[in-house]
């Protein structure tokens, strides 16, 4: 913190300590002001500055009297719409308040709630205090953190926006009870989980058939490797298979540890979508050869990450060999298992040097290195679940997108049908939350699902990843075409630059396609790409290519499709500079047009700028404008008159309402003066 805003940090409290000063006592002052400066010590100061000092002062008082009693190991939780009449200070946002013992998970499994409800958080405060409470959970004061008998308090005051409706602030407070029972649990149980892992392994490593040593080796070294802070542990339960069953599985009663200590709590769905136990495709692991199962659940999490958790799933044998349960481990894989290299992790490291043989490539040829990166820049999630067979064939897939670009779908089937991996290539350059948002939808309408997940990715290639997990619904996946999915993504990631080069490849050929586009493409800002079209845009590239210094003015009247008969529209094109409205207005007036709408695009030909002036018309008698037959004389008509061959007056009308050209208007204005002279009564304008 600088020096400049810790002055104006504590000149802030101190205005705090000012108001406390007047209207506490002197013990209950002396009090608040030790708390405000542990409340405020990690907020950012623009927080506290910036806000009211009356509002800062309502809201810390009420934080510190709402903590003055507490029973320890129970939480204590307010969720109310701060009234100045009812609760002594007032807020325009709904208040949360927590007062629990200290421990993990508990600020971001609070956040992540909020956010999935669409919640904003407008201010939080989260200290930790160390206090002293006597028998009945009152508060004595606060204390060191060395003090006898002192507890480590983790308090809460988050400021979100407001819920003005009771059933509304029940069901949140209902929600936040929930999270910070299962975060108690999972951190109570977090010890036993270990012991009980260190359990497994041994019995992993005594009772496996020997056939199987050395995936039962690696396997082992995997779980010792999850112990090392590597994975987030929340839950475990144990599972039992009887003798000579087949299909099925019983909960050993009392096995269940952290979020699994509840018998109700499950993590699988069966085919008809409901959470249960044991869904029938848990019994083809049982009979497959691998000791170890990863997989996402179900259901997601309410602890530190709102995401589906991680089930680790490892068999139970006796002592000949078969198996007769299950050991199944759920939490998240920790920052640091994603971080490492996977030839670093026992699994991953056999998986990725199969891969690697299986392709052929030298270790030292370009094309093994580029594999070698696709496998340790690949989605850890994907490395761990997939097998072998998907694992090659879609990383070979991402190594061929370093030769040639473009946008690719690759995707994964969850072996037990709940989920389908979706990898999604497309150009760095057209990477936006809109083209992110659409390719979901995508997803989730041809695969009958749900986007449960995105994870966008960027490196310093020419591709941006996007992984999409999709949660599909009871009765699966439909019958799908990972071609034509893929086309409708190309569709929604092509730029309209591409769509124009490809419209002039196929109007004028490749080499000249590609030449304009090149002079043009990049030309284009996104004004002018709302307003036209690829083809309309063509048009204009034709027009513009007629711009030269000794003739900077294009012109093209035209029509819209949906435009009325008496409507016109006109393009005026200038190279170099715009054209001022005043000098093109009364030019159209006087041809018999009423002008509506004016848009104005710039428009980038290497170093040269275009002014493409559109202008949205009527006839001014409201009549038709058979646009087919006077194309052409209106634009020679207006380039008369800018050029100044011919006169800009009422006359010009002439060539709309009579379809005269403007040859027969010069004509007819020289007829008409020439009667002037001749002393006949009637105006130019009259005639």
């Excluded at 670093?344 to 290195?369: N, T």
């Excluded at 041809?591 to 040269?608: A, H, N, S, V």
Aim: proline letters at 5%; aromatic letters at 8%.
């Amino acid at each position: 913190m600088r020096q400049g805003e810790l002055e104006r940090l504590n000149a802030k409290l101190d205005a705090v300590r000012a108001i406390g000063a007047q209207r506490l006592g002197k013990a209950e002052q002396a009090a608040f002001s030790e708390a405000l400066d542990r409340f405020y010590a990690n907020v950012s100061p623009d927080e506290v500055v910036e806000a009211p000092t009356e509002g800062i002062y309502g809201a810390a008082l009420a934080l510190w009297k709402f903590g003055a009693k507490r029973r320890p190991g129970a939480p204590r939780l307010r969720l109310y719409n701060p009234r100045l009449s009812e609760h002594g200070w007032e807020s325009p946002h709904t208040v949360l308040e927590i007062i629990n013992d200290d421990m993990p998970f508990l600020v971001d499994s609070l956040t992540a709630l909020l956010t999935e409800r669409g919640l904003g958080i407008h201010a939080i405060l989260h200290p930790l205090l160390t206090v002293t409470r006597d028998a009945k959970g009152v508060r004595k004061g606060l204390a060191g953190p060395g003090a006898e008998g002192a507890l480590r308090e983790s308090v809460i005051q988050a400021q979100i926006d407001q819920i003005g409706d009771d059933e509304t602030l029940a069901g949140l407070e209902a929600d936040i009870r929930q999270m910070l029972a299962d975060v108690r649990i999972a951190v109570e149980d977090w010890k036993p989980i270990l012991t009980r892992l260190g359990e497994v392994t041994a019995g992993l490593r005594r009772d496996a058939p020997k056939k199987a040593a050395e995936a039962t080796a690696e396997v082992a070294e995997f779980l010792d490797w999850l112990a090392q802070d590597n994975f987030t542990f929340l839950g475990y339960r144990e599972y039992r298979i009887g003798e000579g069953r087949k299909l099925g599985a019983d909960v050993v009663e009392g096995s269940g540890l952290g979020l699994m200590r509840d018998p109700d709590y499950t993590i699988l769905r069966d085919a008809k979508g409901n959470f249960t136990d044991w869904s029938p495709e848990m019994d083809a692991f049982v009979t497959d050869v691998s000791p170890l199962l990863i997989l996402k659940a179900n259901r997601r999490s309410t602890v530190h990450r709102p995401t589906h958790l991680d089930l680790i799933g490892v068999k139970r044998y006796d002592a000949k060999g078969r198996v007769i349960g299950e050991h199944a481990f759920i939490g998240h894989f920790t920052a640091a298992a994603y971080n490492r290299n996977p030839r670093a992790i026992p699994l991953l490291r056999q998986k990725v040097e199969r891969i690697i043989a299986r392709a052929g490539f030298a270790p030292a040829s370009h094309d093994g290195k580029a594999l070698t990166n696709v496998l340790e820049t690949y989605p850890r999630d994907e490395l761990f679940q997939s097998t072998d067979e998907q694992l090659y064939r879609n990383a070979m897939g991402v190594l061929h997108l370093a030769t040639r670009p473009r946008t690719r779908l690759f995707l994964r089937p969850d072996r037990f049908g709940r989920f389908l991996s979706c990898l999604i290539y497309v150009p760095r350059e057209r990477y936006t939350t809109e083209l992110r948002v659409r390719m979901g939808e995508i997803l989730a309408e041809e695969l009958n699902g749900r986007v449960a997940t995105y994870t966008p990715s960027f490196s310093d290639e020419a591709l941006a990843r996007v992984h999409f997990v999709i949660a599909l619904r009871p009765g699966g996946a439909p019958d799908y075409d990972v071609a034509e999915i893929e086309q409708r993504i190309i569709g929604a990631a092509r730029s309209w630059g591409d769509v124009l080069r490809e419209a002039l490849v196929d109007r004028i050929g490749e080499h000249e396609g590609n030449r304009l586009h090149g002079r043009y493409g990049n030309g284009f800002r996104s004004g002018y790409r709302d307003s036209f079209n690829a083809v309309a845009a063509i048009a204009d590239i034709e027009k513009m290519e007629e711009l030269t210094e000794a003739a900077p003015l294009g012109l093209k009247f035209y029509r819209r499709l949906e435009d009325p008969d008496s409507a016109v529209r006109f393009k005026l094109f200038r190279l170099g500079r715009a054209v001022p409205l005043s000098d093109c207005l009364p030019v159209l007036e006087n041809m018999g047009f009423r002008i509506l709408e004016e848009d104005t695009f710039r428009i980038k030909r290497g170093d040269e700028r275009i002014w493409l002036h559109d202008f949205y018309m009527q006839s001014a008698d409201g009549g038709d404008v058979v646009l087919s037959e006077l194309r052409e004389k209106l634009e020679e008509a207006y380039g008369a008159v800018w050029s100044g061959a011919a006169d800009d007056d009422p006359l010009n009308r002439l060539v709309l309402v009579a379809s005269l050209s403007v040859r027969e208007t010069v004509l007819l204005r020289a007829y008409s003066r020439f009667l002037r002279q001749a002393r006949i009564p009637y105006s130019v304008g009259y005639m």
